[in-house]
């Protein structure tokens, strides 16, 4: 069983906006210090784009900021991506990411190796 799916991607027109959301189970949510989404287009590394602990913390990537906000609602066991003023060069797949060391193990928030569970994916495609 995936423990992570995001839901709410597509296709927007720059300028345009997306809401992404990634579900799990209450158990797992609970677990969870660290939730974040990350980012890889077609020949590139996987990125953090956005980073939230279970203290409401957030950090984010210098080319996101002002434009993505993320939250976590561990009510509905969500954690959600609002994607504003898009631009062609936010064309990726989307993951969720989860982690349940306290202090992500001592990794950087944006790595991926400071995250345990990852879901599939969603695809956002932004058209110039």
């Known amino acids: 069983q995936v423990p992570l799916v995001e839901f709410g991607g597509g296709s927007v027109q720059a300028g345009g906006s997306l809401r992404l959301s990634c579900e799990t189970s209450?158990?797992?949510?609970?677990?969870?210090?660290?939730m974040a989404w990350f980012r890889q287009a077609p020949g590139e590394e996987r990125e953090g784009v956005a980073g939230i602990g279970n203290d409401g913390s957030t950090n984010y990537a210098d080319s996101v900021k002002g434009r993505f906000t993320i939250s976590r609602d561990n009510v509905k066991n969500t954690l959600y991506l609002q994607l504003n003023s898009l631009k062609p060069e936010d064309t990726a797949m989307y993951y969720c990411?989860?982690?349940?060391?306290?202090?992500?193990?001592?990794?950087?928030?944006?790595?991926?190796?400071?995250?345990?569970?990852w879901g599939r994916g969603t695809q956002v495609t932004v058209s110039s």
């Open positions: 209450r158990r797992a949510i609970s677990r969870y210090i660290a």
């Open positions: 990411a989860a982690d349940t060391r306290p202090g992500r193990g001592g990794v950087r928030w944006d790595l991926p190796q400071a995250y345990i569970d």
